[in-house]
């Protein structure tokens, strides 16, 4: 039974940056696909970010060349870097690992 598990999620002052963790149980060296999706009040569950086990990440238009997505498979961690944070970056974000899902983590982008 794989197991998904997201930190770091915090209040953050618009400019600043946050980085979430994604752990995951057992190994992750052979699910294909990890990501990074949320969910803002009012709002349907959008993508942020893809990260495959080889080949090129995907971004969310929105978060391009502010966020990175990053994977340590010796960890068995996901990693979303992000910077330059808007309010609109507000919300719970959610890992998945395969067809695994976290419970999430907030984010809170305010000054």
């Known amino acids: 039974q794989v197991q998904v598990v997201e930190s770091g999620g915090n209040l953050v002052q618009p400019g600043g940056s946050l980085r979430l963790s994604c752990a995951v149980s057992g190994s992750i060296l052979s699910i294909v696909g990890m990501g990074w999706y949320r969910q803002a009040p009012g709002k349907q569950r959008e993508l942020v970010a893809l990260?495959?086990?080889?080949?090129?990440?995907v971004y969310a238009e929105s978060v391009k060349g502010r966020f990175t997505i990053s994977r340590d498979n010796s960890k068995n961690t996901m990693y979303l870097q992000m910077n330059s944070q808007k309010p609109d970056d507000t919300a719970v974000y959610y890992c998945?690992?395969?067809?695994?899902w976290g419970q999430g983590t907030q984010v809170t982008v305010s000054s």
């Open positions: 990260i495959p086990s080889g080949g090129n990440t």
């Open positions: 998945t690992a395969g067809n695994h």
